[in-house]
């Protein structure tokens, strides 16, 4: 306990002497950063300048680029920087910012691609009531309690982490992870790791309205047409991509910085801990523009110049 109020910074030692390989590292990494900084904002842009994007679907989406953007901005700048550093140090405030916007990213990603779901099960197993429960009003709503929640339970977070007397000052990893620096604490952090998890918990009731809603989807699917089934296919499955690769990244970094398996190397473990700032940031606006037609439309035309023939709306806020 003596040096526990001492901590003014961290050290990440996941660096280690990469040697030249630093510069490679470095130049892949700031190429894959701009490209997602493009890609999404491209998108943002896209979607708010398009009045016939300003619906409930182009909504959320556009809500999942710009977390998106927040979560990689919390982290890529950071870890360009330590690349080129001879010491690899974090300020004890600016950690725990990291640590805090991205858990907000993660957070805010389950309860966008949870309004997603929501509005997906209105659209195909309510088109009628889907104007009138998916209006502008409730739908801002929804939005404002997609994003309140993150930063509530962030927050809540927060205060028993910053708490915790810390006697050590490494960090076995790219960036500040809350576990890893729980590690460091010179008291015993069970009543911690309690709550840690009773925060992913939280979560079960989201993926359960998930399951839930893509269940009914189903059931609506197979009374319907061919024809019918298609179109929500069409706006179902870059929905369902996202949430797949989304709890993947999810459930491999649970696993690995919690339960922390001994025969896992640990190459192994630095790429979990990066795939939900990579794979979701990356993936999201590629299949988002590949299979949805509305998205890519507009994407052609903005490249080619060329004029959209006139579009089709049904109920359900499909296009075809």
Known sequence: MENASHVSSFTFIAFGDMGNNKYIYFAVTLIGYLFIISVNSC????????????EPMYICLCNLFMNALLGTASFYPSFLYHLLSDTQVISYGFCYTQICVMYTYIMGEMTILTAMAYDRY????????????????????????????PVVMVSFAFIFSVSVPLCGNQINKLYCHNWDVLKLSCVDTTVHNILGFLVYALFIPLFSFIVYS????LIVCHKSSKEHNR??????????????????????????????PKNVSNIV?????????????????????????????????????KQIGPKVTIPNGTRH
């Open 43 to 54: 998108f943002i842009l896209l979607i708010i300048l398009q009045k016939s994007l300003h």
């Open 122 to 149: 209105v659209a195909i197993y309510l088109p009628l009531k889907y104007n009138t429960v998916m209006s502008c009003t409730k739908l801002y709503r929804l939005l404002l309690a997609v994003w309140i929640y």
């Open 214 to 217: 893509y269940i009914k989807i």
């Open 231 to 260: 179109k929500a296919l069409q706006t179902c499955l870059p929905h369902l991509i996202s949430l797949i690769s989304f709890y993947a990244t999810v459930l491999s970094e649970i696993i690995l910085s919690r339960l922390n």
């Open 269 to 305: 473990r630095t790429i979990t801990s990066l795939e939900l700032l990579i794979v979701p940031p990356l993936l999201n606006p590629i299949i988002y523009c590949l299979i949805l037609p509305e998205i890519r439309k507009r994407v052609v035309k903005t490249f080619r110049g």
